[in-house]
Structure formats: structure tokens, C-alpha cells
């Protein structure tokens, strides 16, 4: 249930809606704009007789929420959503740059690619310490060791850590290291996992990266990202990161989707990343993805990159060297610029 308050209305009109909210034993999330209150309630609404909620003066209108995802809807809570990782603001018109290997193989490899990442400029430090392999026999990462050397790449560079828990029994150990927990398109629905996760992280509230299961609609993937925001965090980042479909394989890993990031940022107020790696499976397309991406109003991009990308023991195709970090970044840079000019979205 979403209760709008009239323009300007008092403030001990608000306070005696939420009071009859909390009568009700239910909670609320009050969302501020400039001159408009609203109020969505969470819990079973049913308890709440929306005719004691009407009678209040500077109550406008009592809605029925009409999309199973309540607490990342823009419906419920229509602000945009920020995100804090030290200095680093993700959403509201701030953007993102996330890069680095898509492994950790080796301490050489990381803080090289580490220092690549660092020069071009970007905010945030991929690689995954636990890798989710199609096939049993690829590498599968180096485990703890990985998430060290990624802490010492982190400390020489300053740039915060996004890596990847696969499983719930991996939670605790990559919480000692990472700043941003990944959540990759093969748990997009272990529903298990992403409680776990929303519970574990509820204090901190360390923001979670998810990304959209290759074959999952918006419906799904908001509603995975409902099941973290349900156990208490709420800092999540949507990442778009291609699906399947006919045309997977032989010219294109995925189907980019960066079409679905307006409707993304029209549907939530959760920043949207954009993979332009996993999207394309290709280095040499992951500059033109980029570029739409942004353009399309991204909030980021997180990018794949390797000192040495024909060596890379996973994602190597995608991988750019670091004269195509560098040529990336700078045309996205300068969309984005162009974008904040034009005023082409609401930041
Ligand atoms: C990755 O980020 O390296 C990864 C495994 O991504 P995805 O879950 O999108 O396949
Ligand atoms: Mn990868």
C-alpha cells in the first residue's frame, strides 16, 4: 500500500498516518521529494483498513502497490537510490567505472591489472577470487588466496573491491575482504543465498552488485533483488550483463540488453551497471557497448581487463588490454559529459 500526502501537507498529518501504521503493527518507508510525502507501508497490508488512512487530513490518495517488488520499486519509494562505497558516489548523476580481471590467477596478474585500472582513472577493483565455471575442468579460481592478492592490489591502488560469492558458505570469508559482493547471473536465482545475503549484510549494508540471470525478465530480476532489500539491504546495484537468445554463440556471446536500462531506471530507483563484457564476449565490441550503454543513461560500467589478455586462464576474448581501457574511458567520459549538458536525463 502507497499512501500520497497532498502538496505541502503537515507534518502531524504524516505522523498520525504513521502512527496508525505502526497501531496496525506494520512499518513504513517515508519517501521525501520537495513538496510530496509518500508513504509505503510494508508488511500485510491487509491489517490496515485503507478508509482510517483516507480520513486523515493531508492523506491525497491510498494505492494499492501493483508490482510484486515493493521495496526497489520506484512505485514505493520513488527517490533515486545513492550509493556509498568511502569517497566513491554511485547514482544520482554519479558514475561509475568498474575494472579488472575477471580472475584472480595470480598475485603478478592482479597487481598488474590492478595498477592498469588505477591509471585509467577508474573507481572501483573487479576480480573474482571464486570463479562459477560452465565446465568442472576450467579454472576455478584461487579461492582465499585470490581475495589476498586482491587486498593488496586494493591497498596499493585505493580502489574498493567488487568480487563474486558463489555460494552461502563463502559469504563470510568474502565479506573479510570485498566492499562490494557480487552476485553473478547463475545465482541471480538461488533464492537461499540471496537471503543469506540480505541478512548477513544488514548492518553494514555493503552494497551488493547484482546481475540479471541470462534468462531472466525485469519481473525477476527486480524480485531477486527484492529478496536482499526484504532482509534489510537495500544498497544494490542492478547489472545488465546480456541474455540469451537466438543469437548467442557464434557472433555474440549474449544479446546486449541496455535497452532495459531506461526502463530499469523508470521501473527502480537502484543504479544500473552495465557489463559490456559479458554482453558481448568480444573486446573489440566492448568499446561501441559502452558507449550505448551510456548514452542510454547507465550509472556505471564494469569492465574486464587483463595485463596480459591472450594469457588470461578466463574471459580472455573479452578482456581489453590497456590502450582499450584507456580509449573506452574516454569516450564514455565524454558521452557522459555531453549527457549531464543536454540535461538528457533527470540528474
Ligand atoms: C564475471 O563477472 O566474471 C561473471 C562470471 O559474470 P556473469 O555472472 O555475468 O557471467
Ligand atoms: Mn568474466
Not at 143 to 157: C, I, P, R
Not at 172 to 200: C, F, H, P, W
Not at 325 to 333: A, E, N, P, W
Request: hydrophobic share 40%; glycine share 8%.
Amino acid at each position: 500500500m502507497i499512501i500520497k500526502m497532498k502538496k505541502n501537507a503537515a507534518q502531524e498529518d504524516i505522523q498520525k498516518v504513521l502512527n496508525r501504521i505502526s497501531e496496525a503493527g506494520l512499518s513504513a518507508n517515508v519517501s521525501t521529494g520537495e513538496s510530496l510525502t509518500i508513504i509505503g507501508v510494508i508488511g500485510d497490508v491487509t491489517l490496515l483498513r485503507p478508509d482510517l488512512i483516507e480520513e486523515i487530513s493531508g492523506v491525497d490518495a491510498v494505492m494499492r502497490v501493483s508490482r510484486p517488488y515493493k521495496l526497489v520499486s520506484r512505485e514505493f519509494n520513488p527517490v533515486d537510490r545513492q550509493i556509498k562505497i568511502g569517497s566513491i558516489t554511485i547514482g544520482t548523476g554519479n558514475f561509475v567505472m568498474i575494472s579488472g580481471p575477471c580472475a584472480v590467477e595470480s598475485r603478478e596478474q592482479m597487481l598488474s591489472s590492478a595498477r592498469i585500472v588505477k591509471r585509467v582513472g577508474a573507481d572501483l577493483l573487479r576480480g573474482g577470487a571464486f570463479k562459477p565455471r560452465t565446465s568442472p575442468y576450467d579454472f576455478q579460481g584461487l579461492g582465499e588466496e585470490g581475495l589476498k592478492y586482491l587486498k593488496e592490489a586494493s591497498e596499493e591502488t585505493g580502489l574498493p573491491i567488487v568480487t563474486e560469492v558463489t555460494g552461502e558458505d563463502k559469504i563470510d570469508i568474502v565479506l573479510k575482504y570485498a566492499d562490494v559482493l557480487q552476485i553473478g547471473t547463475r545465482n541471480m536465482r538461488s533464492y537461499d543465498l540471496l537471503k543469506k545475503i540480505g541478512e548477513r549484510t544488514k548492518d553494514s549494508k555493503i552494497p551488493v552488485l547484482l546481475k540479471r540471470g541470462d534468462n531472466a525478465t525485469i519481473t525477476e530480476f527486480l524480485n531477486a533483488a527484492e529478496y536482499i532489500a526484504k532482509e534489510g539491504n537495500e544498497n544494490i546495484m542492478l547489472c545488465l550483463r546480456g541474455i540469451r537468445t537466438f543469437e548467442c554463440g557464434k557472433f555474440v556471446r549474449n544479446t546486449a540488453d541496455m535497452g532495459i536500462i531506461p526502463v530499469l531506471k523508470r521501473e527502480t530507483g537502484l543504479p544500473v551497471i552495465f557489463d559490456p563484457s559479458h554482453s558481448s564476449g568480444d573486446r573489440d565490441l566492448v568499446l561501441s557497448y559502452s558507449a550505448a550503454a551510456v548514452a542510454a543513461g547507465a550509472d556505471g560500467l564494469i569492465i574486464e581487463t587483463h595485463c596480459d589478455p591472450e594469457t588470461a586462464s578466463c574471459d580472455g576474448k573479452q578482456s581489453l588490454a590497456e590502450n582499450q581501457l584507456v580509449q573506452t574511458f574516454k569516450l564514455c567520459r565524454r558521452i557522459r559529459e555531453c549527457l549531464v549538458q543536454e540535461k538528457a536525463y533527470s540528474w
